[in-house]
């Protein structure tokens, strides 16, 4: 019986051939078995119970003044082949968001911690830098200019934003132009690994800086001057 | 259908509910599968539309069928239909 509202439940799921993120296939297709044999088996049936409905469901169109009948294209397309093959095309590439969103939650995780912990070391014990030491994720100590964050936050949000880069990238080719740069490696680690650690340590020269920030302001100069290099 | 600015009439299945389960059915029986398939796929075959009894009057689903008319599609929605009626059937 469970397995029988198994299959009811999922008999309107008839889109998942235009299914394009391999995460949300691979979730969807684990939910309905326990291994491999018991997903293939649920597609099976679902495809059988889907032509059914198929063949016992028309519709009526009106196209150039012309009544037309036809059938629910998705329903006949859902096919146990075409299903599976769906599933195991999507495997591998999840596999691969998954490696990479791990990466990404460490180094997001760890970001805060880490950089407090290497601005205590960093920030130069002086009075006029006594605010700053006391918090140097202050937005105020950053450059308010150019920066809405403090430092800190600044490195955690471009971790993020470098996660989300394939929904800033609109032209496929080069999507996946720079994926398969970031899987290159350099001493046993992905360009892709390298650079979220990169984006996470990016600013902490900032945290030498030679002056305060709104004395910098006031004077007009860059108050990190070759923080880049530290 | 022009007058009425209607450019598709969705889900014809027969008279009603009852009929397209029906002819769902006769479908079933002319398919070659094995006799203990066949019955299992009888099973659902016959409740898989169920919960459309709990979702055709519900508000969500009526906002749905409006917008739905509105775009030119004569159809009465059942939003959500498939996963409704799970514990009925069990019972």
């Known amino acids: ?230 | 259908m022009q007058k009425k600015n209607l450019n598709a009439i969705i889900h014809i299945e027969g008279r009603d509910l009852r009929s397209h389960i029906a002819l769902a059915l006769k479908i079933l029986e002319k398919i070659n599968l094995p006799e203990k398939e066949k019955e299992f796929l009888k099973l659902v075959i016959f409740y898989h539309d169920l919960g459309k009894q709990e979702v055709f009057s519900t508000k969500e689903n009526r906002i749905q069928t409006i917008q739905t008319i509105a775009k030119g599609r004569l159809f009465q929605t059942m939003a959500l239909h498939a996963t409704a009626a799970g514990d009925k059937i069990e019972k």
């Open chain 1, 1 to 230: 019986m469970k397995f029988a509202q198994k299959l009811i439940e999922n008999h309107m799921n008839t889109s998942i051939l235009e299914w394009k993120d391999p995460t949300k296939i691979v979730r969807y297709f684990t939910s309905l078995g326990k291994n491999k044999e018991e997903i293939a088996e649920t597609i099976k049936r679902l495809a059988q119970v889907l032509h059914i409905d198929y063949l016992a469901t028309e519709n009526v169109f009106l196209r150039n003044g012309e009544i037309e009948y036809s059938k629910n294209i998705k329903r006949s397309d859902y096919n146990f082949d075409a299903v599976r093959d769906k599933y195991q095309s999507a495997i591998r590439p999840a596999e691969k968001i998954e490696r990479e969103n791990k990466i990404y939650v460490e180094r997001i995780n760890n970001c805060e911690k880490d950089l407090l912990q290497i601005a205590n070391h960093l920030i130069p014990l002086t009075a006029e830098n006594n605010e700053f030491g006391n918090n140097p994720d202050d937005p105020q100590e950053h450059s308010p200019q150019r920066h809405e964050f403090g430092i800190i936050t600044h490195s955690k949000k471009s971790i993020v934003h470098f996660s989300r880069r394939n929904q800033y990238i609109k032209d496929k080719n080069i999507k996946e132009k720079i994926d398969s740069k970031l899987q290159e490696t350099i001493d046993g680690k992905t360009k892709l690994e390298l650079l979220a650690t990169a984006f996470e340590f990016h600013d902490i020269g900032k945290f030498l800086r030679n002056m305060p920030t709104s004395e910098a302001q006031k004077i007009g100069v860059d108050p990190f001057p070759g923080h880049e290099k530290i």
